[in-house]
């Protein structure tokens, strides 16, 4: 049973950062060059701040739970998938610390630079795309285990 509910919210959790990720990218990304220049150090400190629940905890509870399961995992989901799971969240983190943290960090304090949103833009589809295959994975898995 315990299996079955760390694989649940493991679930969840990938299914909710794949949306939450695709949101940003798509409509909250595509808005910081209206957000003005004269107050975007503020906006990206209130940004960063105000992410912390919505974006960085469900983040860091899908990597707990997937290192969980490389312990504890219901039979229907192999050890292979596991840690091509923890490959895809690995990857997802270092290219977090590598661009948009670091990008949106400094923008915090510089403000408004055309160039750093172009490249946050660009180089946050690698994050997003990382955190839908393992959803897209994730949902997979779990109607193959439904199958009757």
Known sequence: MLELILFGTFLFLA????????????????????????????????????????????????????????????????????????????????STFKWPRKLQGQMAITGYDENKIKLLLTTNWIRTTLFLLQGIIAVSITMQALKP
């Open 15 to 94: 299914v909710f950062n794949a949306g939450n990720m695709t949101t940003l990218q798509i409509q909250h990304y595509g808005i910081y060059p209206f957000v003005g220049k004269e107050t975007f150090s503020e906006y990206m400190q209130a940004n960063n701040k105000s992410a912390r629940i919505p974006s960085i905890l469900p983040a860091m509870l899908l990597l707990i739970s997937n290192i969980i399961m490389l312990f504890i995992r219901p039979q229907f989901i192999a050890g292979s998938e596991v840690i091509l799971f923890l490959a895809l969240n690995v990857a997802a983190l270092i």
